[in-house]
């Protein structure tokens, strides 16, 4: 599904952020990302998503080299993944429903496919009853159950969740990290990113460990 080979990101004005990294996940694993502030995790996670070019190296996503990615297609990439972000990254003037239905509009979806689609996606989360609320209604827990809601919504291959629970208590980060869990158990892979030690030792999943950008465990 994914793999790192002797992969490498550089910026001219600080040098080597990643340095020969080599790893793989495969299709259904589930795996966390964790290290220091300033690690590298979040800079592997845009090289994932393609907002960034690796330096050296080549990433290979479901077969594809990234690397090789034109401009013009990586928003079609991008559709196979589902990235879930710390600050929900939510649209205050919009209803549940309509952003958790946004990746769907972009896409090009008719108006009944993307009904049916949210619903379900809600449905998974428990949100189903709240998709005429606005987000400013919502406690922290179900703002980012409706970003997972989203990430979902296009039925992705893989889930990129940066810091997903980084500002819930530690009973509705277990109910999130729950939520994983059954993405995982269907086939989908989950790469999560995560400062929480006490929680990725409970969990008991493999582990990759960023260390001033080098990978010093896996």
């Known amino acids: ?23 793989s996940l495969h299709p259904g694993e589930m795996a966390f990302l964790t290290g220091h502030s300033g690690a590298g995790k979040s800079t592997l996670f845009k090289l994932i998503a393609v907002m960034e070019r690796c330096s050296r190296g080549e990433i290979l996503f479901a077969g594809q080299n990234l690397n090789k990615v034109s401009n013009r297609q990586i928003p079609y990439v991008r559709r196979n993944m589902g990235l879930i972000f710390q600050d929900y990254k939510l649209l205050q003037d919009r209803t549940v429903f309509d952003n958790v239905a946004l990746p769907l509009v972009i896409a090009g979806y008719g108006h009944g496919e993307i009904s049916r689609r949210v619903r379900a996606s809600l449905d998974k989360v428990g949100l189903l009853g709240k998709e ?61 990113a995560s400062h929480d030690i006490s929680l990725i030792t409970r969990m008991n999943y493999r582990v990759l460990k960023l260390d001033h950008g080098q990978l010093v465990a896996s």
């Open 1 to 23: 599904m994914l793999q790192f080979d002797k992969v490498s990101m550089r910026y001219p004005e600080v040098g080597d952020v990643l340095k020969n990294i080599s790893f």
């Open 132 to 192: 005429k609320k606005y987000p400013l209604l919502l406690s922290g827990g179900e703002r980012q159950r409706v970003g997972i809601a989203r990430a979902v919504v296009n039925k992705p291959s893989m889930i990129l969740a940066d810091e997903p629970t980084g500002n819930l208590d530690p009973e509705l980060s277990k109910e999130i990290m729950h939520l994983f869990e059954q993405f995982q158990q269907v086939g989908v892979t989950v790469l999560i």
